[in-house]
Nanobody
Framework: QVRLVESGGGSVQAGGSLRLSCVAS????????MGWVRQAPGKQREVVAA???????GYEDSVKGRFTISRDKAENTLYLEMNNLRPEDTAMYYC????????????????????WGQGTQVTVSS
């Protein structure tokens, strides 16, 4: 079992930036592929960024050019750098992981991660 703990959420004004972090512990071999998934009230969950076991990356269209996913394998930490934030980015952001050795594109489309964190809230005001 792997434990995922997110941090870095908060409240910012439109145009601002936040950096989310996710630290994995336990069975970290289950984090070959990882991603950030968000869910806003009344909306479906969506994968905003993913990083595959081959370090390929993928982004949901609305965040391309604004969000950057990266990870430090030595520190078992996943990051999401979010710039030029918009009110529509407001959501609970979840760190997710899977032991599958797959490209980011698979997870971007399927959202089929087997491990999930508790989430960190991001609120963007206009």
């Amino acid at each position: 079992q792997v434990r995922l703990v997110e941090s870095g959420g908060g409240s910012v004004q439109a145009g601002g930036s936040l950096r989310l972090s996710c630290v994995a512990s336990g069975d970290t071999y289950r984090t070959n592929s990882m991603g950030w998934v968000r869910q806003a009230p009344g909306k479906q969950r969506e994968v905003v960024a993913a990083i595959g076991s081959d370090d390929s990356t993928g982004y949901e269209d609305s965040v391309k050019g604004r969000f950057t996913i990266s990870r430090d394998k030595a520190e078992n930490t996943l990051y999401l750098e979010m710039n030029n934030l918009r009110p529509e980015d407001t959501a609970m952001y979840y760190c997710a992981a899977d032991e599958g050795r797959l490209k980011a594109a698979y997870f971007l489309v399927s959202g089929r991660f087997r491990s999930w964190g508790q989430g960190t809230q991001v609120t963007v005001s206009s």
